[in-house]
């Protein structure tokens, strides 16, 4: 199976931070490979925007290099690699004074798309935005994309908002989490509906519980200073998890439209309860071997801040009542592994008696490292002697079901970098969005600094703090076990 490649419209595309770490391993090699597709129109054109005081030239060494590193298979296309690099220039500037603003604007092309993508801290979102303004590169055909985080509270989500609004409209604002541009993630809306099979089971009378999951088995690594302000609650729970949450437990929007789909996604986080102390679970995770433990990561011996964050929430609407939805996320755990397990009841009553076991089928939405999704059913154990009942998996994993071009579909970051130049707002955040899911985070992280909670230890490995593994079996249910 190919996919098709629907050229874009020309457009100049300003990279904030075009030196920076995320400029370097995702937003350049993706603005490559698209390009690579066939996708960037012939007079399209990326310039990088940093302080290094540096030319073009040596801009186009630096993204070669980056490519290079971070894709080395599309870099071994190098009369491709040329040409793209030939589409690149750079300006030095002062993000917060004039120099070099002059120059940009001279640079950005009128009569044409122009995005400005803010690959810098939230500190500067309204610097760049006031210049944007002031140098007349803000008009009605402009778009910006922020990166998270989007705030560190309700009160800031807030003023970044009013400090964007003054200069843009919602509709010209993308607010990018990169989770929303997986393929798999995107499936959840396909596989909810577009299959009458999942529909009518899809609420409170049929399903048990809901997991989700999204483990990593690295630790903070070169983060150390972000992360330790920030911690898992703030840097996953509230974006990434909460983004999942929301396309899992959504009704149907009217049609496939950016707004009609947010609406429903806003729906779900304002019907959240809020979270009792003793649903929320935090970790810590400790070292291993020659590997450190997270304050010497953060170099913050007394650092309070979690690695770890597991918690019960509940939907209070006509749909989710009743059902839980448990969510966790951590670093340093046994496996990188992102999923979806949906976890249907029981059936009422066994015809096969006490022997045959208990079952219940589980829908799983594989996230990564290997996208796809499984349904278990149950089936007779083949054999003779008797009906003995046994749980197998109908596995459809995307490289094996939809061929070896698979592996060649769009990552996150280039199906969302052309949904900006499409003017496609339906896998970003709205301004409301943001707000009402920092409304329901800032409680809980409030809660944990008047209590002084400290976070619990956990060996770097495992599933997390034994206090996790309660939150589950007090309500007589298990973690799904963390693999890819």
Known sequence: MVSRVIPVDPFDLVVFGGTGDLARRKILPALFRRFQAGQMGDSSRVIGAA????????????????????????????????????R???????????????????????????AFYFSVGPGLFGDLAQR??????????????????????????RALNRGLAQHFQEHQIYRIDHYLGKETVQNLMAVRFGNMLFEPLWNSQYVDHIQITVAESVGVGGRGDYYDRAGAMRDMMQNHLMQLLCLIAMEPPAKFDPDAVRDEKLKVIRALDPVAPDNVVRGQYQAEGDKPDYCTQVENPDSRTESFVALKAHISNWRWAGTPFYLRTGKRLKDRASEIAVVFKEAPHSIFG???????????????????????????????GGMRLIDVPLDMTFAEALGPDSADFPDAYERLIMDVIRGNQTLFMR??????????????????????????????GSAGPDDSLMLMHRDGRRWREIKP
Request: charged share 30%.
């Open 431 to 460: 301004g409301d969005e943001v707000e009402a899911a920092w409304a329901w985070t800032d409680p809980i992280i409030e809660g944990w600094e008047e209590r002084s909670e400290a976070p619990q230890p956990y060996a770097s």
């Open 354 to 384: 006490a022997g045959a076991g208990r079952h219940r089928n589980i829908l799983t939405i594989k996230l990564q490292p290997n996208e796809g999704i499984e349904l278990g059913v149950t089936i007779k154990e083949p054999g003779p």
């Open 132 to 157: 944007l303004h002031d140098y007349g590169m803000a008009d009605h055909d402009s778009r910006i994309v922020v990166e998270k985080p989007f705030g560190r509270d309700l009160a800031s989500a």
């Open 51 to 86: 302080r290094s005081d540096m030319d073009a030239e040596a801009y186009r060494g630096f993204v070669r290099a980056a490519i290079e590193e971070f894709d080395p298979q599309a870099a071994s296309d190098s009369a491709a690699l040329e040409e793209f690099l030939g």
């Open 88 to 114: 690149l220039s750079y300006v030095a500037l002062d993000a917060k004074g004039t120099a070099g603003w002059d120059k940009l604007a001279g640079e950005v092309s009128a009569g044409r798309i122009r």
